[in-house]
Nanobody, 120 residues
Framework: QVKLVESGGGLVQAGGSLTLSCAASGNTFGLNTFGWYRQNPGKQRELAASLSTDGTITYADSVKGRFSISRGDAENTVYLHMNSLKPEDTGVYYC??????????????WGQGTQVTVSS
């Protein structure tokens, strides 16, 4: 069992910054990718950024140049630094971890979500 603990959400004015953190604990064998997804009511959960253990980083087009994902000094911790925030960045942000323990086998774990609200 793995546990993901998120923190750092909140209310910020447009143009401001927030940093989200996610810490994975428990059985993290096979951890391959950390990701941050966001979701608004009635909409699909979408990937904002991801970081794989091989160093591959992916950003949604809507956040490129404004968001940055990085590993923390503590083991199995990841941060999402969000700058120049816009009202459309508002949503619940979920930490995601992908485990690949066997070829072709993917297991996802999700955090509880943290609310980010950007006021105009």
């Amino acid at each position: 069992q793995v546990k993901l603990v998120e923190s750092g959400g909140g209310l910020v004015q447009a143009g401001g910054s927030l940093t989200l953190s996610c810490a994975a604990s428990g059985n993290t064998f096979g951890l391959n990718t950390f990701g941050w997804y966001r979701q608004n009511p009635g909409k699909q959960r979408e990937l904002a950024a991801s970081l794989s253990t091989d160093g591959t980083i992916t950003y949604a087009d809507s956040v490129k140049g404004r968001f940055s994902i990085s590993r923390g000094d503590a083991e199995n911790t990841v941060y999402l630094h969000m700058n120049s925030l816009k009202p459309e960045d508002t949503g619940v942000y979920y930490c995601n971890v992908v485990f690949r323990t066997l070829p072709g086998i993917r297991v996802d774990a999700w955090g509880q979500g943290t609310q980010v609200t950007v006021s105009s």
